[in-house]
């Protein structure tokens, strides 16, 4: 069962990621046009402002001193500027031109104010801008009454300003830029940030989907880290732990109950398989009787087994059995398990082979590598058809030991393959074989306890590879 494959859609994180910088550059745009508004405006008002007091200042020169002052001052004013960036021109009422600077920058210029527009101007000031042929800036113009005759009309380029507001628009672009840039990897950074708690608890669920819960419950690292509190994340995480520990009392005291049941059935177990074994060697029973109490003995010895394996795999589990560790060689303990197999793998019609090292020594418990190495074999033998292959290969790498048991046998699907390890399960498929679903249940204790693990790759119809690496 695949969690992360539910859905197709990119990771919310990454559509948060997404929609914070899709918002955070269509902010930064709109406040880039505000202040691009903001400067324009501002320059404009400054120029208009600077060319309205001309007029002014002009407009008392001429009540004070009369016309040809202004005359005077103007032709002071044109000799002390540059010719390109502005130009005078004084209109008499009648439309006649009395005095134009230098207008060879300014082509173009617009005809002498009419009557209506020399009334307007005689009451205030007026702007206008001119866009001249051929001209790649603008000319801001002020006209202002100087006397009962006369109208000045004073124009200046643009070029000075727009060049101020591209420069300024220059500079703020690049550092815009690079905000909208880092915005998409900082909205990945802060919505990871924010989901890493909800990815806590689906890796958790996921961990108690796919089987950990079933696995040594209380050595298993099953909480969502503390996320802190107060917030949505915190308190799920919190619910979520409270929900795990009572699943967890509940499975360990489920567990529990049956470790003792089993202990409490091993006495009366055994007596009873001693008083059959009694009526079987007493000499006073007849062949149904010894028969009977033979099968008796049997099938006690079976549950006696059963008991025992459960038994083991708890204490193994816990810690409470303590491994006696030596230098085994374990391409000698696969020597021998494939003679002692060979004769049930001969009868089976089945070709059990091992590639193996002259030797490889680790440090482990002799006994429970040999009762995990019997188990994978008998296993392999038991699920494998007449006319198959079992092989066994034995190899070292980067410091751990992988043992591959290897067979065409029947195999299985996919959703087995999770549950295979879990106490007492059997597929459908083999019930009809001897077994108590406890073998893989035991070889995943012993090998924990030495500090490796067990895989399964499995095909079904084509066979069945178990690994067990273990570290050197
Ligand atoms: P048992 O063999 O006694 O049933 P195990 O714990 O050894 O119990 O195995 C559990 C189940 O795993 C088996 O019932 C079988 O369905 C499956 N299984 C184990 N080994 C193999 C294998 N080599 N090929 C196919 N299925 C296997």
Redesign the pocket.
Known sequence: MSFASASRRPSLALRLALWYSGIFAVSCALAFAVVHALIVATVQHRRDGDLVDDIGEFASMSAAEGAARVEQQVRLDAAGKEAAIGYFRLWGRDGRLALATDLEAFPGLPPPPDAAFAKRVADRPTLATLDLPGKEHGVRVVYGAMSADAILEIGESLEDDEEFVAALLRALVAPLIAIVLLGLPVGWFLSRRALRGVEDVTRIAAGIAAGALDQRIAALDLRVPSQGDGDEIARLAQVFNAMLDRIQGLVVGLREMADHLAHDLRSPLTRIRTAAEMAQSGGRADGSELALAATATEECDRLLELIDTNLEITETESGAARLRLEDVDVAELVRDACDLFQTVAEDRRIVLSGELPAECTLRADRQRLQRVIA?LVD??L??TPPGGRVTITLREDAGRVRLAFE?T????PPA?TTR?FERF???D??RS?P???????LCLAHVRAHGGQITVE?DPGRG?T?VVSLPR
């Not at 046998?409 to 299985?412: K, L, P, R, S, T």
């Not at 077994?435 to 893989?440: K, M, Q, R, T, V």
């Open positions: 188990n296993n392999a038991k699920y067979d046998g029947v195999g299985m087995e295979i399960y059997r597929s498929r083999s074989a077994g108590n679903g406890l073998g893989l249940a499995s069945s178990f």
